[in-house]
């Protein structure tokens, strides 16, 4: 068992491909507490597609792939607030119509120019192919996501669960929404680095929604959310070694697997403690009656 866990990391690229799944991991995880409280799954979807621009214009001009797909993600949340505040449509169509149009572009770039893209790297990640540049900016990325969340959290949570009182109380409720988008767009650059554009949304939600299965609180819920991100993370990276699969994949699909045993067995929440209570009150009733 110990030369399983220790067989993997004596290589360079395993030990710089678990530091980036650490790293995203943890600040997508943090993040995604909100994103399911607030009921913000779609703009996580939005954003994690609409970077994708962004990433392949990084790559044509040779500048680093986080500030590619930051800016890129900044764009699509700018864009998102102008189309929702036209008044024209609503919020979730807004979301639609940006993230398709930029998605679509950045395919559009990469038939356009498919020398130097990668098409399977760039929308399923390539955490294997990690260079030291990109190491850095994966946890450049995911400190300041982490230090924000950490430093506003009690602003934030007031804004998630009561807009009105946050207002009231002199909150810059505003200020703290651009704040909040902001870091999802660094955790969406973080995560693209080792899941791709596609499946980092995955990322973004499931960590958040297993740990509201599970906890009662933000600070429960902030805790099994990022052990949720790195038993995933690790579980997905050693499958993917030993069974020569590709490790964003297998990540995501780890992270389900326990998404599916908290749905089915968390304590008061799980289908099954639910069926089972359920079915103790009416043999309770039966007696009683």
Request: glycine share 10%.
């Amino acid at each position: 068992m110990i030369d399983l866990l220790v067989e993997p990391m004596s290589y360079e690229f395993m030990r710089r491909a678990l530091l980036v799944v650490a790293a995203s991991g943890v600040a997508g995880a943090l993040l995604s507490c909100w994103l399911v409280h607030m009921g913000w799954s779609l703009m996580g979807d939005a954003v994690s597609h609409a970077v994708l621009p962004g990433v392949v214009i990084a790559a044509l001009i040779g500048i680093p792939f986080a500030v590619g797909a930051l800016i890129a993600a900044l764009v699509a949340v700018a864009l998102i607030g102008a189309v929702r505040e036209g008044g024209t449509v609503r919020e979730d169509a807004a979301m639609g119509i940006v993230f398709t149009a930029l998605f679509s572009f950045g395919l559009v770039l990469i038939a356009r120019f498919p020398s130097g893209q990668d098409l399977h790297s760039i929308l399923f990640g390539s955490v294997l192919g990690v260079r030291d540049s990109d190491l850095v900016q994966v946890l450049a990325v995911s400190a300041f996501t982490v230090i924000v969340l950490l430093a506003f959290r009690r602003d934030l949570i007031m804004l998630a669960f009561d807009r009105l009182h946050a207002h009231t109380l002199g909150l810059r409720t505003r200020a703290l929404t651009g704040l909040l988008l902001a870091t999802l767009a660094t955790a969406t650059v973080a995560g693209v680095q080792s899941v791709g554009v596609i499946l980092v949304v995955a990322t973004l939600i499931i960590p958040g929604a297993t740990a509201q299965l599970v906890a009662d609180t933000m600070r429960g819920t902030m805790i099994v959310a990022v052990v949720v991100a790195l038993v995933g993370g690790v579980t997905g990276l050693y499958a993917g070694y030993y069974a020569d699969l590709p490790p964003g994949p297998v990540v995501v699909l780890a992270q389900a697997v326990i998404f599916t045993a908290a749905q089915l067995f968390a304590p008061r929440r799980g289908v099954i403690p639910r069926a089972a209570a359920g079915a103790r009150a009416r043999r309770s009733g039966m007696m009683t009656a």
